[in-house]
């Protein structure tokens, strides 16, 4: 049965929101802390947790929990350095990855382990999932792929292996729109609030505030 490790991806600046928005507040812990969750109750035989900005505040949020971290001392850099950052984390014995935003805390077990079956059921390169016709995250790369994300630059993330795999990725659709959802900008973070439970908006910095 092939190996799927789980790389959280959690190492931006949150520009857009003037925050960390990965240690945001979201039903009693940080909006990472539910992605971590999540991750280690799927079928995902490892989980790396990758961090840049703040990773000070970070570790010891997820020390202790059974993920691995790797610090990426260059995010500046945009996603595709943590992409790569992920991936140097891993080892022969896994087959694939499949690549989680830090900011996206509805993704569930269930549908990581939806992604999984897919993959282990196909000879598929890349596995996404779609709700509604429009493609989401996480995203799922088997190690075909690996080599290709080591040239890619800047903050495209792994677009450009969309492209290159167009003729060989696997779309699963499912009922569950949290694909969709990940929190860039205040806005997002109020309405993952008022939607979803998660009590009262937390203050920012000096920046900015979430609006009320």
Same mark, same amino acid.
């Given at each position: 049965m092939r190996r799927v490790a +789980?790389?959280? /991806?959690? *190492? +931006?600046?949150? &520009? $857009?929101?003037g925050t960390t @928005?990965? /240690?945001l507040p979201f039903r009693g812990k940080s909006i990472l802390e539910w992605v971590v969750e999540s991750a280690l109750a799927s079928a995902l035989h490892r989980v790396v947790v990758v961090v840049g900005h703040q990773a000070e505040r970070i570790i010891p949020l997820i020390e202790g929990r059974g =993920?691995? =971290?790797?610090?990426n001392t260059e995010y500046r850099r945009g996603q595709s350095s943590s992409l790569n950052c992920g991936l140097r984390s891993l080892g022969p014995e896994t087959d694939a990855a499949l690549f989680l935003l830090g900011d996206q805390p509805l993704i569930t077990p269930a549908l990581i382990d939806t992604l999984i079956r897919a993959y282990r059921c196909s000879q598929h390169p890349i596995v996404m999932p779609v709700f509604e016709g429009r493609r989401g995250n996480p995203v799922l790369f088997d190690r075909e792929t690996f080599p290709g994300m080591e040239g890619? *630059? *800047?903050d495209c993330g792994a @677009?450009?292996?969309?492209? @290159?795999?167009?003729?060989?990725l696997l779309k699963v659709p499912v009922e569950d729109a949290s694909i969709h959802f990940d929190v860039d900008t205040a806005a997002d973070y109020r309405r993952l609030l008022e939607q979803y439970g998660g009590g009262t908006p937390a203050t920012f910095n &000096? $920046?900015?505030r979430i609006p009320s």
């Open positions: +789980g790389i959280i /991806l959690a *190492a +931006g600046e949150g &520009s $857009r929101m @928005k990965q /240690l =993920v691995e =971290v790797a610090l890619l *630059a *800047a @677009k450009p292996l969309f492209e @290159k795999y167009r003729e060989r &000096s $920046r900015e």
